[in-house]
């Protein structure tokens, strides 16, 4: 395969049904500062940064734009991810090519924000839109943004989080294969990692693309359908199709980050205290003690490379579709593929309770 040019995560766009409401939790709770606002074209967005993670919301005013029939047919949730290049018109062209399907050829763009950008389709209805920027260029905002004054608290006060370490996305049934195969024909991405998971009579395969660069990281999860239903088969059927189950973000240091995060109101899955009985018998931790993981809930893994500490919030979804992960990689490169199991089982406590 030819080289692509680098791809990194530029931002992420959700699209909402109330902006206002939506914006609140990522302020006041996860410490985001909005640095960008737009207001044209039959949407409201804000723009909002922490680290290297850029987020972007954005309600429909307008029948008309897209984020109107998204908002119906999935509720909120993550609808692009954009994908920073040095070169648009190579990554469209190659991507349209070998199957991807246009959204918008490449334009440039005058003034402030991006020199060129572009879309195309990627899983489901989620889009990627390419864009290119001045080398050397930080953090950026999308088209047709106006900067706004950074306010609130700073992110290296609310949690620390660092960058999107990657996107878990449910897909149905038999697209496992082909969407690996789409990321990797499209984009350059290569296929890193593969598992597959048993719960009790539950059971998902999963596989992980990446970017070449490394930057873009994918875990793709299929429901097994010769398994009892589960909580895949539960996104896929409230989510009304394929999407972004979880964001997860990178951290430098996952126990203060949690414990932050926890105090400013943000809901966190709870970890059986026996996980933490039987942790080590199973791994030598570094870095933090059991105790710190306990108090936190954080789970931990370790491969080759190192170790890794990980957790995942409540979902506030009203469909339950979308939640978020903090991560704190110690060397460790894979995705704590004990942790998947202890994820997908506490979910499903966590589910039982309420229907209790």
């Not at 959700?14 to 606002?37: K, N, S």
């Not at 894979?334 to 309770?353: D, H, P, W």
Request: glycine share 10%; with cysteine; charged share 20%.
């Amino acid at each position: 395969m030819e080289s692509l040019p680098t791809l990194a995560v530029d931002y992420v766009e959700m699209y909402v049904a109330d902006l206002q409401v939506a914006t609140l939790p990522w302020t006041e709770q996860y410490g985001f500062a909005v640095v960008g606002t737009a207001d044209t074209a039959g949407r409201r967005s804000v723009a909002l940064r922490q680290g290297r993670i850029t987020l972007v919301l954005t309600q429909a005013t307008s029948d008309r734009h897209p984020a109107s029939a998204y908002v119906r047919t999935h509720g909120d949730g993550v609808a692009d991810i954009a994908l920073r290049t040095p070169d648009v018109d190579a990554v469209f062209t190659h991507a349209v090519a070998a199957g991807a399907r246009p959204v918008r050829s490449p334009s440039r763009h005058p003034g402030p924000g991006p020199a060129c950008s572009a879309a195309i389709g990627g899983f489901g209805d989620l889009l990627h839109t390419l864009v290119q920027r001045e080398p050397g260029a930080g953090p950026g905002l999308p088209v047709g943004f106006s900067d706004a004054p950074p306010a609130g608290t700073s992110g290296a006060d609310a949690g620390e989080l660092l960058d999107i370490d990657h996107f878990a996305v449910c897909l149905p049934t038999g697209e496992l294969d082909i969407i690996t195969d789409f990321y990797i024909a499209t984009l350059g991405f290569s296929e890193t990692f593969k598992e597959r998971i048993e719960v009790g009579t539950q059971a998902m395969e999963s596989k992980v693309v990446q970017s070449a660069s490394g930057d873009v990281t994918l875990t793709l999860i299929e429901p097994d359908p010769l398994a009892d239903s589960g909580q895949i088969d539960m996104f896929l059927e409230r989510h009304a199709g394929a999407g972004v189950q979880h964001v997860a973000f990178s951290s430098a240091d996952a126990v203060r980050a949690v414990s932050t995060l926890s105090g400013r109101g943000v809901r966190f899955l709870s970890t059986p205290d026996s996980y933490y009985d039987l942790l080590e018998s199973r791994i030598l931790i570094r870095d933090h003690t059991v105790d710190e993981l306990r108090a936190t809930g954080l789970l931990a893994d370790e491969d080759h490379a190192g170790q890794l500490f990980q957790i995942f919030t409540a979902s506030t979804h009203p469909r339950e579709t979308l939640f978020f992960e903090v991560i704190e990689r110690r060397g460790a490169r894979t995705f704590g593929g004990a942790n998947i199991k202890a994820l997908y089982e506490a979910v499903e406590v966590a589910r039982s309770q309420q229907r209790a």
